[in-house]
Nanobody, 123 residues
Framework: EMQLVESGGGLVQAGGSLRLSCTAS????????IAWFRQAPGKEREGVSC???????TYYSDSVKGRFTISRDNTNTINLQMDSLLPEDTAVYFC?????????????????WGQGSRVTVSS
């Protein structure tokens, strides 16, 4: 069974850091792009960052560029290091697997999702 599990969320003060991890079971990340999305209360799910398989090209939304870093630990773990956190980063964060090596911005293109990890940044 293919599954994604996020970990590492929590409560942090503004300016602090958190590290999210996304671990896959039933498949490896070798042939798939992986994305992090987030969803704040009352808002649509938005893309935060993603990494292509193969050359490992990374992408970031403008709102997190320079503060968040996506990386791959091994064939089945992707991390999202979040620094200089802001209250507006508060959301549930999800990792998702693309159907291929291609990165998509639309959440509906992703079939496999983790259960979500809550991040709360206090001011």
């Amino acid at each position: 069974e293919m599954q994604l599990v996020e970990s590492g969320g929590g409560l942090v003060q503004a300016g602090g850091s958190l590290r999210l991890s996304c671990t896959a079971s039933g498949f490896t990340f070798d042939n798939y792009a992986i994305a992090w999305f987030r969803q704040a209360p009352g808002k649509e799910r938005e893309g935060v960052s993603c990494v292509k398989s193969g050359d490992g090209t990374t992408y970031y939304s403008d709102s997190v560029k320079g503060r968040f870093t996506i990386s791959r630990d091994n064939t089945n773990t992707i991390n999202l290091q979040m620094d200089s956190l802001l209250p507006e980063d508060t959301a549930v964060y999800f990792c998702a697997r693309s159907p291929s090596a291609v990165v998509y911005s639309q959440p509906e293109r992703y079939r496999y999702w983790g259960q979500g990890s809550r991040v709360t940044v206090s001011s």
